[in-house]
């Protein structure tokens, strides 16, 4: 994992009360472990969630902010990815549990704020839950950012659509932080079918034989590396913001 000087991870217990003391915001990575078609690592997810939050921690001063980082929470609720070997998927109520639990452990610590970035789609609906309950049950506030609507526009305009899951969008970002982990020749277009619009699907293989969406082989690193920036100031700047309103 990309280390900064305010990384959990690092820390001894004593650093790590000095750290929650300063800290405006723990930060906690969401993604998960799951397939991204044949040319990225299962881990895709929880490297977007890992250097993401590395790089909102880095910005943070220039915000009047201080960020401590947690360590990635690698598993996710990936049910629908199942059917694809290597996906490790978690229930969506041991999914709010563990959050839950995460977060009871932090409030007992003094934390105040929880900033949860989540990078899979699919642990949405249990993140905004477990925020709920820490809410209302802790003295923990909880904010919650799903880093791919902060740079939804940008991506669009990049990538025209159809960049989702192992597509344009993710195999830029892979390029860009870890090019060792994609296996290039096997980068193609995924084709896959138009999404219904009045159900959902029960599996990502009904919707597409690779395992991914849109085409890879338009990926493009440098054009991911600015709107990583954008996205990551936009981040800041509503987290500042909110708390200015006493969100």
């Known amino acids: 994992m990309p280390e900064t000087d305010d990384d959990l991870f690092t ?9 929650i003391a300063e800290a405006d915001f723990a930060v906690l990575p969401t993604g998960s472990i799951e397939q991204h078609s ?15 939050t590395a790089e909102l921690v880095e910005a943070a001063p220039e915000h009047d902010l201080d960020l401590l980082r947690l360590p990635p929470l690698p598993f996710g609720h990936s049910e629908h990815h199942m059917t694809f070997p290597g996906t490790i998927s978690l229930s969506v109520d041991t999914y709010v549990d563990v ?19 989540n990078c899979h789609g699919g642990n949405q609906d249990s993140i905004s839950v477990a925020a709920d309950r820490l809410g209302r049950d802790t003295d923990l506030t909880v904010h919650f950012v799903h880093w791919t609507d902060y740079a939804r526009e940008a991506l669009e305009e990049e990538f025209g659509d159809g960049w ?13 932080y870890r090019p060792d982990l994609v296996r290039t020749d096997k980068k193609e277009p995924q084709n896959a079918k138009e999404m219904p619009k ?17 085409d890879p082989t338009n990926s ?8 990583v920036a954008d996205a990551t100031h936009d981040i800041l700047d509503a987290l500042v913001d909110d708390v200015a309103a006493g969100w």
């Not at 820390?11 to 000095?18: L, N, P, Q, S, V």
């Not at 989702?164 to 860009?176: I, K, R, Y």
């Not at 009045?198 to 849109?214: A, C, K, N, W």
């Open 38 to 52: 044949t040319h990225l690592p299962v881990s895709t997810d929880t490297l977007r969630a890992d250097h993401l």
């Open 164 to 176: 989702g899951h192992a597509g344009d969008h993710e195999t830029s970002f892979v390029e860009l």
């Open 11 to 19: 820390m001894t217990y004593e650093e790590a009360d000095d750290a």
């Open 99 to 117: 959050l839950r639990e995460i977060g009871e452990s932090l409030a007992e610590h003094g934390v105040d704020r929880l900033l949860v970035v």
């Open 220 to 227: 493009d690193p440098e054009a991911m590396e600015a709107i």
């Open 198 to 214: 009045t159900r959902s699907y029960e599996y990502f293989s009904d919707v597409t034989e690779l395992g991914g969406l849109g």
